[in-house]
């Protein structure tokens, strides 16, 4: 049996890879009911100031088409409390890369509150959207 009964991750999940795959296995492996929330391109632009390269459509059939997630819903924005009050989960799962971000430490304190947590999962290193889109930005500059 499984530690938690529903799980709860969120992200952009642009340019999917290996560190995504990694998130969501982890956090399938401690629950039995996976809810994984996309972001909207909307969003995205709101709080990084940039687009995705793949748009929302496409990232969201993307993060479906995962063996390890079994409920794929539209994040328009980034309140975890309001994620907990809509999708009542016993665990939030997240990257350890945002441990310190303000976001996750009020979504923390609240859930603690409320019979639920956030568990912080090892960030895999050296691999993640933003340094993709240096590599390639960096390849198309040396091609002009």
């Known amino acids: 049996m499984k530690?938690?009964?529903?799980?709860y991750t969120s992200g952009v999940f642009d340019l999917f890879h290996i560190g995504h795959l990694n998130l969501l296995k982890r956090a399938k492996d401690e629950c039995e009911h996976l809810i994984v929330a996309v972001s909207t391109d909307e969003l995205v632009l709101?709080?990084?100031?940039?687009?995705?390269?793949?748009p929302f459509s496409?990232?969201?059939?993307?993060?479906?088409a995962v063996r390890y997630v079994d409920e794929v819903v539209v994040q328009e924005n980034r309140d975890k409390i309001?994620?907990?009050e809509k999708y009542k989960f016993d665990v939030m799962f997240h990257g350890s890369d945002r441990k310190d971000d303000n976001v996750f430490i009020e979504a923390e304190k609240h859930l603690l509150k409320h019979g639920s947590c956030v568990k912080y999962l090892p960030y895999t290193k050296n691999t993640s959207s933003s340094k993709l889109i240096q590599i390639i930005e960096i390849l198309l500059a040396e091609q002009d």
């Open 3 to 7: 530690k938690y009964k529903t799980g």
């Open 46 to 54: 709101e709080y990084k100031h940039k687009k995705p390269v793949i």
């Open 58 to 64: 496409e990232r969201k059939a993307i993060v479906e």
């Open 82 to 84: 309001a994620a907990f």
